[in-house]
């Protein structure tokens, strides 16, 4: 069955320091992996999506994830942390079937972000 | 970007008692809906998917007959919580799904059940 394991409950960075959140799915064929957004008081908002091709996706607000089928990872990274990222992040992959498309959730990472 | 609105975002209703949630799609058509439900500090559980013009389909451990959803149009989802229980007291999401794979969040409704 379809799976994302996010090993990560809660990290902590400085602000301006760089930023790895991990996710590994567990997947037969080739995933359609997603990484939201979620603060307090919003929704979900998509920050990148991994399809097929670039194994390095660019996202919104300056994320990058990398594809990796080896490691059955997609990891989410950002170069230098702002403030305002703190949030809960979490990674999806699509679990395709029966004619729907179904996100399948970590259970999140949050972030908090020290000035 | 595609938006989706959900009403209300927070009510408080008394045990015993029906709530309606509604779930828009505000610019974009969804045959597809998805109603989540998220614990506090949790990630989100999918409960139902919901189809314009057909039943909803229940995730396993759903009371569907609790979970009432109705899809009557390309851009309105509801789900009525029946005869609501404390137990019930939630965060309930709802997203619509475009053609490319992406669903797009509501920002949810926080429910409250006395």
């Known amino acids: 069955a379809q799976s994302v394991t996010q090993p990560d409950i809660h990290i902590t960075v400085s602000e301006g320091a760089s930023l790895e959140l991990r996710c590994n799915y567990s997947?037969?064929?080739?995933?359609?992996l997603f990484w939201y957004v979620q603060s307090p008081g919003q929704g979900l908002q998509l920050l990148l999506k991994y399809f097929s091709g670039d194994t390095l996706v660019q996202g919104i607000k300056g994320f990058e994830a990398e594809f990796k089928r080896s490691q059955s990872s997609f990891n989410l990274r950002k170069p230098s942390v702002h403030w305002s990222d703190a949030a809960e992040y979490f990674c999806a992959v699509v679990r395709r079937g029966g004619g729907y498309n179904k996100l399948i959730f970590g259970a999140g990472t949050r972030l908090a972000v020290h000035p | 970007g595609a938006v989706v609105s959900q009403h209300p975002s927070w009510v408080i209703c008394k045990s015993g008692t029906s709530v309606k949630i509604e779930c828009r799609s505000l610019d974009f058509q969804a045959t597809t809906m998805f109603w989540y439900r998220q614990f506090p500090k949790q990630s989100l559980m999918l409960m139902a998917t919901s189809n314009e013009g057909s039943k909803a389909t229940y995730e396993q451990g759903v009371e569907k007959d609790k979970f009432l959803i109705n899809h009557a149009s390309l851009t309105l989802s509801t789900l009525t919580v029946t005869s609501a229980h404390p137990e019930d007291s939630s965060f309930y999401i709802c997203?619509?799904?475009?053609?490319?794979?992406?669903?797009?969040f509501g920002p949810g409704t926080r429910l409250t059940v006395t």
């Open positions: 997947y037969g064929a080739t995933p359609y």
């Open positions: 997203s619509a799904l475009t053609g490319t794979y992406e669903q797009y």
